[in-house]
């Protein structure tokens, strides 16, 4: 039995040591139904084939299809509407979708490390600014974060460990005092959090050392050390990253 969940080799890949050979089904269902609708020429409002007529066109299954209509939906080009079909949209139900040009593919691995690239240089940016110029309310703000984060996780509360997160990131980020920082932090991690669409999570593994990443570049920020507070970022966010490689591995290897 064949799984359709399982990822194969992109054209010219053929070993398992590049990240770049996870192309799981639905990735490239994905791919094959926006190219199907840049052909057609369909438009923002216009109806589409159902996912059984999907399924057939692209010769794969309706589980698959299925799947890659939820990334669709969740990044704005797929409107699925109960009782009525599946439709284009215009892509602005995602988040900063102008502004990234509605690019962004949850399920592309390139795309999550281009992500996580471009948040360690704003991120870095904006840790190194919050430490030098925090305001005391600022500064509790991010330690109640930390705090959030800490309790979170010890009481296996996972709504309360990630609203946590959110908030240190956007309370640091807003301590730098550049709105654009605040604007490109927020917009990045909603990026990232459409990831979840497929199931992959930001912090898994090392949630633990993550509450202790977080205090150090509070600590940082709070005693007024810019480079200690971004290199204690770039080293989160790295360990980060590495929580999505291995959950990657975990599925695509064993």
């Given at each position: 039995m064949t799984n359709d969940r399982v990822g194969v080799p992109a054209p010219g890949e053929d070993g398992p040591e590049s990240h770049r050979t996870y192309r799981p089904r639905y990735e490239q269902a994905t791919e094959q139904i926006l190219q199907f609708i840049a052909e057609l020429g369909l438009r923002p409002g216009d109806r589409m084939p159902t996912e059984s007529e999907l399924a057939a066109r692209l010769g794969t299954s309706r589980t698959v299809v299925r799947d890659a209509v939820k990334i669709l939906s969740a990044t704005g080009r797929i409107s699925a509407q109960k009782g009525r079909g599946l439709f284009v949209a215009d892509g602005e139900s995602m988040l900063g979708g102008a502004r990234w040009g509605g690019f962004f593919v949850p399920t592309n691995l390139d795309h999550i490390f281009m992500l996580f690239e471009f948040r360690r240089v704003q991120e870095m940016a904006a840790s190194r600014l919050a430490a030098m110029l925090a305001s005391p309310s600022e500064l509790r703000v991010i330690e109640a974060a930390v705090e959030s984060c800490r309790h979170g996780f010890s009481s296996g509360d996972n709504a309360e460990f990630d609203n946590g997160d959110n908030a240190f990131?956007?309370?640091?980020?807003?301590?730098?005092?550049?709105?654009f920082l605040v604007s490109a932090v927020r917009d990045a991690r909603t990026l990232q959090r459409?990831?979840?669409?497929?199931?992959?999570?930001?912090?898994?593994?090392?949630?633990?050392?993550?509450?202790?990443?977080?205090?150090?570049?509070?600590?940082?920020?709070?005693?007024?050390?810019?480079?200690?507070?971004?290199?204690a970022t770039s080293v989160h966010l790295d360990n980060t990253l590495e929580d999505y490689r291995r959950e990657i591995q975990r599925r695509v290897f064993g």
């Open positions: 990131h956007l309370g640091v980020a807003t301590a730098s005092h550049n709105f459409q990831a979840s669409v497929i199931g992959l999570h930001g912090v898994g593994g090392h949630a633990e050392a993550a509450v202790e990443e977080h205090d150090t570049i509070y600590r940082a920020i709070r005693d007024g050390e810019p480079e200690a507070a971004a290199q």
